[in-house]
């Protein structure tokens, strides 16, 4: 069984430039999460999908960021423009869905504003 | 926002020796899971214990949960060096299906 694919593993950008991540989930994985993770801390979530409905986007300072995911299958994470204190880990994970919570994580895109 | 408070932030030992790391949350639950996450890599999960169960085992992790003390600890016994890396618990409350994570607790296993 593939894991959860994320692209790229690295980024760099100017700041005020924008920037996308992609994440195929597991297949027949119905949620699927996006976390932002600095250095030392645990993930913060950003959104969370079940199928292709954003459940819970509390967390997504929407002026910038902004999330899709078409058919409910693969995902893409889009920021613009970037600001410096973007610069983190974003990770994407998934889980079958329901309260099977167990969630599987993809390594992660780095991305540096600079 | 994050619920889960591990204990301690870091831990270093020798190996051989056994590594206990705690964790605290705030609601009620519905279960709490351990993950590992190595330097640079992906988070793993590695145990999940139901708010109906005491204690859990896998291999050379035990997992223990109070709910009465809203809190659950995570032992690795006979430790090796390949288990450093960071350790982070994570919560499922009651209410729905997200995961609240805590900020690790950064175990460093000495050859």
């Known amino acids: 069984e593939a894991g959860v694919v994320q692209s790229p593993r690295y980024k760099i950008i100017e700041k005020k430039q924008p920037v996308a991540f992609w994440c195929n989930p597991i297949?027949?994985?119905?949620?699927l999460y996006w976390y932002l993770q600095n250095l030392g801390q645990g993930p913060e979530l950003l959104i969370r999908?079940?199928?292709?409905?954003?459940?819970?986007d509390s967390q997504l300072p929407k002026d910038r960021f902004s999330a899709e995911r078409l058919k409910g299958v693969d995902s893409t994470l889009k920021i613009q423009p970037a600001e410096l204190g973007d610069s983190a880990v974003y990770l994407c994970?998934?889980?079958?869905?329901?309260?099977?919570?167990?969630?599987?994580f993809g390594q992660g895109t780095r991305l540096t504003v600079v | 926002s994050q619920q889960g408070e591990e204990d301690p932030q870091a831990l270093s030992i020798q190996e051989g020796e056994n590594a206990t790391m705690n964790c605290s949350y705030k609601?009620?639950?519905?279960?709490l899971q351990w993950y590992r996450q190595n330097s640079g890599r992906g988070l793993v999960h590695l145990i999940l214990?139901?708010?109906n169960e005491r204690e859990k085992h896998s291999g050379r992790l035990r997992v223990t949960l109070d709910t009465s003390k809203k809190s659950s600890s995570l032992l690795i016994t006979a430790s090796r060096a390949a288990d450093t890396a960071s350790y982070f618990c994570?919560?499922?409350?009651?209410?729905?299906?997200?995961?609240?994570w805590g900020a690790g607790t950064k175990l460093i296993i000495k050859p």
């Open positions: 297949s027949g994985h119905n949620t």
């Open positions: 214990i139901r708010s």
């Open positions: 609601t009620s639950i519905n279960n």
């Open positions: 999908y079940e199928n292709e409905e954003a459940v819970d």
């Open positions: 994570a919560t499922v409350p009651d209410s729905n299906y997200q995961l609240i």
């Open positions: 994970a998934s889980s079958r869905g329901g309260d099977n919570t167990e969630a599987f």
